[in-house]
């Protein structure tokens, strides 16, 4: 069974900066891609960031410009750099991985607040 844990969630005031991690209980590479997604009450989960095994990224306007993710297969941790917080990006941050089947993490709350 494929386990991915986050960290690194909190309470930080706009414009400030986090970094969620996701590690994986076996090696990244065995993965097609990796991603974050978030998501509010009453609202659908949505994509905010992806990698692909080759290395290429993706991400959702709305953090495009503020948000990198980058991985380090050697720990088999996928990472989320978000600079520049703003309000709206307040949500349950969850961790995402395919390999022929969907993989979550159990998620982590980052609250952007003054």
């Known amino acids: 069974q494929v386990q991915l844990v986050e960290s690194g969630g909190g309470l930080v005031q706009p414009g400030g900066s986090l970094t969620l991690s996701c590690a994986a209980s076996?090696?990244?590479?065995?993965?097609?891609?990796m991603g974050w997604f978030r998501q509010t009450p009453g609202n659908e989960r949505e994509l905010v960031a992806r990698i692909m095994n080759g290395g290429s990224t993706k991400y959702a306007e709305s953090v495009e410009g503020r948000f990198t993710i980058s991985n380090d297969n050697a720990k088999n941790t996928v990472f989320l750099q978000m600079d520049s917080l703003k309000p709206e990006d307040t949500a349950v941050y969850y961790c995402?991985?395919?390999?022929?089947?969907?993989?979550w993490g159990k998620g982590t709350q980052v609250t952007v607040s003054s």
């Open positions: 076996r090696s990244i590479l065995r993965f097609l891609d």
């Open positions: 995402h991985a395919y390999g022929g089947v969907d993989y």
